[in-house]
């Protein structure tokens, strides 16, 4: 019987073997990976529905079956390619050809197939974090299936880094803990800049395409929340005019105080935004005039009026009056010096004070999407001017 040193050193030549074949200038067309009958069995327990196995110590895996695995895993979780390694394979037999993974509602040929399982890691020790990723294939590679369980908290190809990122936002967002949180949908997107399209005042945008995703997370309660990121995940953007709160509780609010209260519109002003607070902590001001004008104002620090006017956009006759329908409602100016504030803790965020003829309102763009409907709907309907009107 093999020893504990012996079996560790086994493990260790075919990390090695796998080395080379990273870094090695010639590629060889198969690998050879050495592997243990211990590392099966510690691997196998990640699997609820296991293949059989044959236990063997000496694979050659294809290279294109290789390729693939590494591929997939680069995808799942933004690390390189060649930061995956692959420590372990050993042949097996599937009862079909979904390999006895059958997707919802998939037909699969019952018919034995020979094939490979694999065990792959990929380099994320500065995370902290070590998590196999184990699949089945046939003997070719053509067909490569995930096994483990947490792939269904990362569908559709998401890499596991983003959807972390934008689970532990849900969580902070909607006060609840990720495990009651789910990634329901995923779409590829190409963003027109650096924000991904969700421009804020003041904010500079890098104005280059950028690929990225569109994600949705489902909550207790009807909870939906929406999310733009680029690739990797390192910018992640919350869209507030894409989410849905159902029957979520809302932010209770509290009074403004008169001193805190912004100072009335003037003539010709429609309706303003103030924007205050984030990384940079500068004031920004859009205001709405009654002739269509949207202007944007740069406040100087410590109340020193204005340092900036700009024209930013005008909007149409026909938004003008559908924008203006919507202040009248008394729906809005129930809102009248009632604040919505932050949750203790957050940080990094914009307080934002919206202010027509009749009412003044402030909230912190981290609950947005927990605010009164009613109230979302002006905020929304604004945001659709200032990001979509014409010059």
């Known amino acids: 019987m093999l020893s504990h040193h012996m079996l560790s050193?086994?493990?260790?030549?075919?990390?090695?073997?796998?080395?080379?074949?990273?870094?090695?200038?010639?590629?060889?067309?198969?690998?050879?990976?050495?592997?243990?009958?211990?590392?099966?069995?510690?691997?196998?327990?990640?699997?609820?529905?296991?293949?059989?196995?044959t236990t063997t110590y000496s694979i050659r895996l294809p290279q294109p079956l290789i390729n693939n695995v590494r591929q997939d895993v680069s995808r799942r979780t933004g690390v390189p390619q060649e930061k995956v390694g692959i420590t372990e394979a050993s042949r097996a037999t599937y009862p079909e050809s979904c390999l006895g993974l059958p997707r919802p509602d998939e037909v699969c040929a019952q018919a034995l197939v020979e094939?490979?399982?694999?065990?792959?890691?990929?380099?994320?020790?500065?995370?902290?974090?070590?998590?196999?990723?184990?699949?089945?294939?046939?003997?070719?590679?053509?067909?490569?299936?995930?096994e483990n369980d947490f792939d269904a908290a990362t569908p559709f190809g998401l890499p596991t880094t983003v959807a972390d990122t934008i689970l532990q936002d849900a969580s902070q967002r909607t006060g609840q803990p990720t495990s009651v949180l789910k990634i329901v949908q995923t779409q590829r997107r190409t963003w027109p800049n650096g924000c991904l399209g969700?421009?804020?005042?003041?904010?500079?945008?890098?104005?280059?395409?950028v690929e990225g995703w569109v994600v949705v997370v489902n909550g207790p309660r009807g909870v939906q929340?929406?999310?733009?990121?680029?690739?990797?995940?390192?910018?992640?953007?919350f869209d507030p005019t894409a989410t849905s709160t159902g029957d979520a509780s809302i932010v209770k609010p509290v009074k403004i105080p008169t001193r805190e209260l912004p100072p009335p519109l003037k003539q010709g002003e429609?309706?303003?935004?103030?924007?205050?607070?984030?990384?940079?902590?500068?004031?920004?001001?859009?205001?709405?005039?009654?002739?269509?004008?949207?202007?944007?104002?740069?406040?100087a620090p410590n109340g020193g009026g204005t340092t900036s006017r700009t024209l930013i956009k005008r909007v149409s006759p026909q938004q003008l009056r559908s924008f203006q329908g919507l202040l009248k409602r008394p729906q809005f100016n129930q809102f009248n010096r009632l604040s919505y504030p932050a949750p203790g803790g957050a940080a990094d965020f914009f307080t934002i004070t919206l202010s027509s003829h009749k009412t003044s309102v402030r909230y912190a763009d981290l609950i947005q999407e927990r605010l009164p409907r009613d109230l979302q709907q002006v905020i929304q309907a604004f945001e659709r001017l200032t990001n979509k009107s014409r010059l």
């Open 115 to 146: 094939g490979f399982r694999i065990v792959a890691f990929p380099d994320i020790s500065d995370t902290g974090r070590v998590r196999p990723f184990i699949y089945r294939s046939d003997l070719t590679g053509r067909t490569l299936r995930l």
């Open 270 to 299: 429609l309706f303003r935004a103030i924007y205050s607070g984030g990384i940079a902590g500068r004031t920004t001001v859009i205001t709405l005039r009654t002739d269509g004008r949207l202007v944007q104002s740069l406040a």
């Open 198 to 209: 969700l421009n804020k005042p003041g904010v500079v945008c890098t104005q280059a395409l």
């Open 225 to 237: 929340l929406t999310y733009r990121t680029n690739e990797s995940g390192s910018v992640v953007k």
């Open 9 to 53: 050193t086994l493990a260790l030549a075919g990390m090695m073997v796998l080395g080379n074949g990273w870094r090695g200038s010639q590629p060889a067309k198969a690998l050879a990976i050495t592997t243990t009958s211990n590392l099966n069995s510690l691997v196998a327990q990640a699997s609820q529905r296991g293949p059989r196995d």
